[in-house]
T-cell receptor, first 113, second 114 residues
């Protein structure tokens, strides 16, 4: 049973560039959430997708956008990268929209130079 | 302002003894609480959870206690093993009826010494 998978594992970009991160949820899960984890901090909620729509959003600017595909996989896009966007980006999936327990992937480490 | 606080950045325990990790929260509207364990270069792994209608939940060596009046929860690991060495995150959900938005503490690094 495949868990949550994310790609790529590491990424280096320069300021002003755009980046796309990808996530495949755990088998049987239809809800995907994205989190940003800065060094020494806990993960911070970016947004959640269900039925290909953004259902909830945390306190992140519009430069952060996402998408969910019919197969439940998801993408996180960040435009106009800033140095402060350097972080570990985690994808989590849950069985459905009502489920509290989320299962996380290993993350994508983004470095913005 | 942090809504979920883990005030101890680190904890060191001898193998075989009890590890107690603490977590405080500020918003009484949280209705579900979770503990995650994180090893370096891996994502957080779900450990155990508790609903606000309960005060205790047990799973093997792991027990979570919830004190709603004090807005405090704790994770007990008995007996502690060297493989338990990791960063432990407390998380809460349920604000505004939403389950998707987990709010995390900053984590406590547990070291279990042989």
């Amino acid at each position: 049973d495949a868990g949550v998978t994310q790609s790529p594992t590491h990424l280096i970009k320069t300021r002003g560039q755009q980046v796309t991160l990808r996530c495949s949820p755990k088998s049987g899960h239809d809800t995907v959430s994205w989190y940003q984890q800065a060094l020494g901090q806990g993960p911070q909620f970016i947004f959640q997708y269900y039925e290909e729509e953004e259902r909830q959003r945390g306190n992140f600017p519009d430069r952060f956008s996402g998408h969910q595909f019919p197969n439940y996989s998801s993408e996180l896009n960040v435009n106009a990268l800033l140095l402060g966007d350097s972080a570990l980006y985690l994808c989590a999936s849950s069985l459905n929209l009502e489920e509290n327990i989320q299962y996380f992937g290993a993350g994508t480490r983004l470095s913005v130079l | 302002d942090q809504q979920v606080k883990q005030n101890s950045p680190s904890l060191s325990v001898q193998e075989g003894r009890i590890s107690i990790l603490n977590c405080d929260y500020t918003n009484s509207m949280f209705d579900y609480f979770l503990w995650y364990k994180k090893y370096p270069a891996e994502g957080p792994t779900f450990l155990i959870s508790i609903s606000s209608i309960k005060d205790k939940n047990e799973d093997g060596r792991f027990t979570v206690f919830l004190n709603k009046s004090a807005k405090h929860l704790s994770l007990h690991i008995v007996p502690s093993q060297p493989g338990d060495s990791a960063v432990y995150f407390c998380a809460a959900s349920g604000l505004g009826g939403s389950q998707g938005n987990l709010i995390f503490g900053k984590g406590t690094k547990l070291s279990v010494k042989p």
